[in-house]
């Protein structure tokens, strides 16, 4: 299945300067898996070991997946996914 | 002149260091950025005596705040008073109270004036003509009211269901006002996706380095109100947690420039019940909090489910030896009229949230009775006076006579001669 990811600013020097990239897969993590093997150096700033970053905040369509199965979250064809860093507001 | 002091930016994580830019996270692990100072640098520059001879405003801390040249915006801010709150006390059981006071901070009435005044002098360092801001209401009157006075454009994005007082006090200095069908975290989502694609100087986004120090200016005022010395605990609300890990850097950099003595201090964070990520956690024993999806409660300035700074308001909490405590809104208007009855302040719901809290921390002996309490009131009640509303009695109303006077004090006199009976038949 071919997911939409969008891709913040600062990471765009890792991905040819893209703001957003398709990638593939049934959950999440398959998705940043194939992004992270599609752009290198994309996987080690997005993940700390097997876990998202704790200032990583990850959304399929508009809603924040610590709300629906984290990383294990199903995805379809069509969905997009936004990679959002979380250090604001307050 | 302060440039000299400012190192640049660093990682909180990391501690990869940035030159100063308007760049709030850092691109190797997204943690957050902050300013850098060289301490040795402003202990030369500032001494007691020194600040004691500037104005009471929050710039006479000004060379422990990241500007490099002078302040062009909001000069008049901070200098609130520190009140001493010994009918409050009485009513607590404990030795002292002091409410450090920013429901009068200059121009909008909360602590969010000394953030904007540094962010928007910080903008206009930057060259920024447009600013922005995602708020539950105090940063919008307040990013509004000093873009106005400053001749700034200002985007400003809430949560649609605010306060009106917030929306109407945004709206009147001509900010472009986005009211957002959901949450406080939907609304400030969206703002970090506008200021990738705007390039807009967003206060609590890609200015949020300069825009937290602004904070700082509270703690320090605490320390120099008191003669120069840190309370034994204090009561900070908490709602994205910035303000109370700022109030605490304040005393750690005190203690550093050996402007104080270091005593101990606790700080304790107050949240309401129907939104309380950071002191879920603090009770669990997590290391960080978890999100709250909806947030629920009449203390909407407080009502951030997803804390930016919650992992490290839950850290310094726990550092310093204090405890997290809820409110429901039954206590916080209940907190919020017994201030205004003790003290002559009307604080608002956020203010009834940190008193029902501290309420809670002296009754479970984490705030000692023999001790010293500062409570941080950061809003103006005149701005949430819906939530005590059903609390109060309706005045009399009466024709202008005297004989309809009477009878309201004749009701009164009544109560207090039965009261002399009583005290009487119990032979005092």
Redesign the interface.
């Known amino acids: 299945m071919a997911i939409v990811i969008q891709i913040p600013t600062p990471l765009r020097q890792h991905t040819e300067g893209k703001d957003t990239v398709e990638a593939r897969g049934a959950t999440v993590q398959e998705v940043l898996d194939d992004l992270g093997r599609q752009y290198p150096g994309i996987t080690q700033r997005l993940f700390d070991g097997p876990n998202l970053r704790r200032f990583v905040n990850v959304y399929l369509n508009e809603e924040d997946i610590r709300y629906l199965d984290n990383l294990q979250t199903a995805v379809k064809d069509g969905d997009t996914i936004s990679i959002i860093p979380a250090v604001a507001g307050g | 002149m302060t440039s000299s002091a400012v190192r640049g930016l660093k990682c909180r994580?990391c501690g990869k260091s940035y030159p100063v830019q308007a760049l709030?996270?850092c691109?190797?692990?997204?943690?957050?950025?902050e300013v850098d100072y060289d301490y040795d640098a402003i202990r030369a520059l500032i001494s007691r005596e020194q600040l004691a001879s500037r104005p009471k405003t929050m710039w006479k801390y000004r060379e422990l705040l990241p500007l490099d040249g002078e302040p062009t915006v909001g000069l008049q801010v901070g200098g609130t008073p520190l009140v001493p709150a010994p009918r409050l006390a009485r009513e607590l059981g404990v030795r002292s109270v002091w409410i450090k006071n920013d429901a009068v901070n200059f121009p909008t009435l909360s602590f969010k004036d000394r953030v904007v005044s540094v962010a928007l002098s910080k903008a206009r360092e930057f060259g920024f003509r447009t600013v922005g801001c995602?708020s539950t209401g105090n940063l919008a009157n307040s990013v509004a009211a000093n873009a106005a006075a400053a001749g700034l454009a200002a985007y400003i994005l809430v949560p649609a269901d605010l306060e009106r007082a917030k929306i109407l006090g945004t709206s009147v200095y001509g900010a472009r006002l986005v009211g957002v069908r959901g949450t406080?975290?939907?609304v400030?989502?969206l703002?970090?996706?506008i200021a990738?694609k705007y390039g807009w100087g967003?206060v609590?986004?890609n200015l949020?380095p300069f825009y937290a120090e602004g904070s700082k200016t509270m703690g320090y005022e605490i320390a120099e109100q008191l003669g120069w010395r840190l309370p034994q605990h204090v009561v900070c609300p908490m709602?994205?947690?910035?303000l109370i890990g700022k109030i605490a850097k304040a005393f750690q950099e005190l203690t550093l420039l050996e402007l104080v003595e270091a005593t101990p201090w606790k700080i304790h964070g107050a949240q309401a019940a129907g939104c309380s990520p950071i002191v879920t956690a603090i009770k669990n024993g997590w290391e960080?909090h978890?999100?709250v999806?909806k947030p629920n409660t009449i203390a909407k300035s407080l009502a951030?489910g997803?804390?930016?700074?919650g992992?490290f308001a839950a850290k310094v909490i726990r550092d310093s030896g204090g405890w997290g405590e809820e409110a429901t809104d039954g206590e916080i208007a209940e907190a919020m009229t017994l201030l205004a009855r003790t003290t002559g302040i009307f604080a608002e719901t956020a203010g009834g949230v940190t008193l029902a809290a501290a309420i809670k921390l002296i009754e479970q002996g984490r705030i000692g009775r023999a001790d010293e309490v500062v409570l941080c009131i950061t809003g103006n009640g005149l701005k949430t006076q819906d939530a005590i509303a059903h609390l109060l009695e309706a005045p009399a109303i009466i024709n202008p006579s005297l004989e309809e006077f009477d009878p309201l004090v004749g009701d009164d006199a009544v109560l207090v001669r039965q009261a002399a009976e009583e005290l009487q038949a119990a032979g005092v």
């Open positions: 994580l709030n996270f691109t190797e692990d997204f943690g957050p950025l995602a406080y975290d939907q400030n989502r703002c970090t996706q990738f967003f609590n986004i949020r709602a994205g947690g910035s960080t978890r999100p999806k951030i997803d804390p930016a700074d992992y």
